[in-house]
């Protein structure tokens, strides 16, 4: 009789945990839900206003261009740009929404391979003149490619921003190996 009712015990117990992650599952799939619904939202609704502005300053500086002085001109040249950084961010957003349902594909990477374009992409002629770049040698890895990118981009990406203003901005990217992990750092004066 003791090992029936133990037995009952266990398996009230096994029971209770199934219902316990069924339940849990339930509430993952309507977050997932949740967060779909989130980047449609973003990619829809947030969206529509940046094309308006970037349309009505286009359409403010080709009809009405000869009246503004250079400060107006670039006036809207600001906002503008602030508006593709606004989309950018959008754009970040809804790839780190996209994080946790992409499949890893662990292969070898050259991150010199990775980190070399993106600081072409995030540095215009001005700023190639400001900010100098120290790459030292960063060590190969395993790793998903378009991941480790993305943390690249966003490092190398917010280095750039807090540094455009400042005269003679360094921006040093290297790596530390220390016993069986490898370290990157992205790191402004």
Do not use: C, W
Not at 5 to 23: A, F, H, R, T, W
Not at 152 to 168: C, D, G, M, P, W
């Amino acid at each position: 009789d003791a090992i029936v009712v133990g037995l009952n015990s266990v398996i009230d117990e096994l029971e209770n945990y199934m219902q316990l992650l069924k339940n849990s599952n339930a509430e993952l799939e309507y977050a997932n839900k949740e967060l779909d619904s989130f980047s449609y939202s973003v990619s829809h609704d947030l969206r529509a206003p940046l094309r308006a502005i970037n349309g009505y300053s286009q359409v403010l500086l080709e009809d009405h261009g000869s009246k503004l002085d250079e400060e107006g001109k670039h006036t809207i040249s600001i906002i503008t740009k602030n508006a593709h950084k606004m989309g950018a961010l959008i754009d970040d957003l809804l790839t780190f929404s996209r994080v946790g349902k992409q499949d890893l594909k662990k292969v070898e990477l050259s991150i010199n391979n990775i980190v070399d374009p993106i600081i072409r992409e995030f540095t215009n002629d001005e700023q190639k003149n400001r900010i100098e770049f120290i790459v030292k040698p960063l060590e190969e890895i395993y790793g998903d490619n378009s991941m480790i990118k993305q943390v690249f981009t966003n490092l190398i990406s917010n280095a750039v921003k807090y540094s455009e203003k400042k005269e003679n901005a360094i921006i040093e990217i290297g790596s530390v190996k220390e016993k069986d992990k490898v370290i990157y750092y992205v790191k402004d004066n």
